[in-house]
């Protein structure tokens, strides 16, 4: 390996994916800074002309707040942990990047990053206390596994044996940066970290630009303890951005706005306009208090020239319809799939689960792998579990789902105890409620 920061096309393909939701993520500024690629310059615009309307550009950031309320709905309630858990796991997982986060706020994150891009990685990772010590001595030594976020960009390759239908990875290169000091000043040094099963190696480059090992040690686990987060899944390793449709949305109301500030700008100044002006003969114009305009011609005339405005109105219907369709996408996620009639006796759970409620049992599936790698570590065979709220994702308290189901409970098409049970499962009622099932 003569350069370890080259990226698989796997990574380039989905990274040329990601660029513009984790642009948006970044607001007006990162927008800003990548320039002609998302705002175009318009054919014979000057320079100057387009550096001053590029930074007038301001993001409505449809996007990022789409993200959030996704996420929030994951999260609104607390991780569950089941009563089995062992105190070590519970006190670990209180503090589970060795940084003072738990497992909640990293949980978070992880989720956020895997809704942005499609997928998002977690690494299991324990201190090299002691290069070459075996996993129980490190163990005897006091230290600890932790979690550590290894973001979609970063993952710039893998490899994996794929023999037996299990797919075990054989080897992770991971882009890192590192902090340098020379004195006062500080620089960020780009790193390469590649894991295998048996062993790691941290490269970077010199000032030739090659790049050299810098450390390596042993993998005392015997196998790479990554785990994937995934919310658009394509393929192992392989997933796409689950709201890119909202990206490109977004992007153009951000390009029409931006033509729309600038075309009221001009149009907020009416031009001077002459007929029949010499100025050879009439001399320079003069516009002011107490100045006179004239021209050598008899029929000659000065007079403005204003837009009507009929280019604004519609530049400003396009951007509210814009807008209205970015704020119902999200919908799309929280919103429940029905059956198309009511005439199936009993509505299954799993037939009312919205994109976003699958999306959170694949977080409480990445979750309970990641605990029995921390288990792996610590030598805890019975780790417990974490529960992601049932009612995550759920569109709690929508009016359309009550309204359905008491219509048809009225039509007579479930049974009483099916309405109350299919009420919980939406967040419309709460277990602790004793509802009267008569009729």
């Known amino acids: 390996m003569t350069d370890p920061s080259i990226p698989s096309r796997l990574y380039d393909t989905m990274a040329a994916r990601w660029a513009l939701p984790q642009a948006l993520m970044g607001g007006t500024l990162a927008m800003r800074a990548a320039g002609t690629r998302y705002l175009p310059r318009h054919p014979a615009e000057h320079a100057a002309v387009y550096a001053e309307r590029a930074n007038r550009a301001t993001l409505r950031n449809y996007f990022r707040r789409t993200v959030s309320k996704l996420v929030g709905r994951v999260f609104a309630e ?41 997928l998002s990685h977690m690494l299991v990772d324990f201190p090299a206390e002691n290069d070459g010590a075996s996993l129980a001595e490190e163990r005897a030594s006091g230290a600890r596994p932790y979690l550590v976020h290894v973001r979609a960009d970063q993952l710039i390759a893998a490899q994996w044996d794929g023999q037996g239908g299990e797919r075990m990875l054989t080897q992770i290169r991971l882009r890192e940066t590192g902090l340098v000091w020379q004195g006062f000043e500080e620089r960020e040094e780009e790193r390469i970290r590649v894991i295998e099963p048996d062993h790691w190696r941290l490269y970077r480059a010199d000032e030739k630009g090659k790049w050299q090992e810098m450390a390596a040690g042993e993998n005392s686990l015997g196998r790479i303890p990554l785990v994937t987060l995934y919310t658009a899944r ?20 951000y390009q029409i706005r931006s033509d729309q500030r600038n075309a009221l700008n001009v149009a907020s100044f009416p031009i001077l306009a002459a007929s029949g002006y010499n100025p050879e003969i009439d ?44 704020q119902l996408f999200g919908l799309q996620f929280e919103t429940p799939t029905q059956r198309e009639t009511a005439t199936g006796r009993a509505l299954d759970a799993a037939d009312a689960l919205s994109p976003l409620s699958g999306m959170a049992m694949g977080l409480e599936d990445s979750l309970n792998a990641l605990l029995r790698l921390l288990g792996d570590w610590l ?31 009225k039509l007579g098409d479930i049974e009483p105890e099916e309405l109350i049970r299919e009420a919980k499962a939406r967040g419309l009622l709460t277990d602790s409620l004793q509802a009267n099932a008569a009729e």
């Open 283 to 326: 001399g320079p114009i003069e516009v002011g208090p107490n100045k006179v305009l004239t021209t050598s011609e008899s029929e000659g005339r000065y007079y403005y020239v204003e837009s009507s405005g009929a280019a604004l109105a519609a530049g400003a219907k396009e951007l509210e319809a814009l807008e209205q369709a970015m």
């Open 379 to 409: 030598d805890i065979p019975a780790t417990g579990s974490l529960s992601v709220s049932t009612k995550a994702g759920a569109a709690r308290g929508a009016a359309q789902d009550l309204d359905f189901l008491l219509q048809a409970r």
């Open 234 to 253: 394509k393929g192992f390793l392989q997933a796409e951005p689950p709201l890119e449709d909202l990206a490109f949305l977004n992007l153009e109301h």
């Open 78 to 118: 607390p991780l569950g942990f089941s009563e089995d858990m062992p105190d070590e796991m519970r006190t670990l997982l209180r503090n589970a990047d060795l940084m003072g986060r738990g497992i909640n706020v990293i949980a978070r994150d992880w989720f956020e990053d895997a809704l942005v891009s499609g």
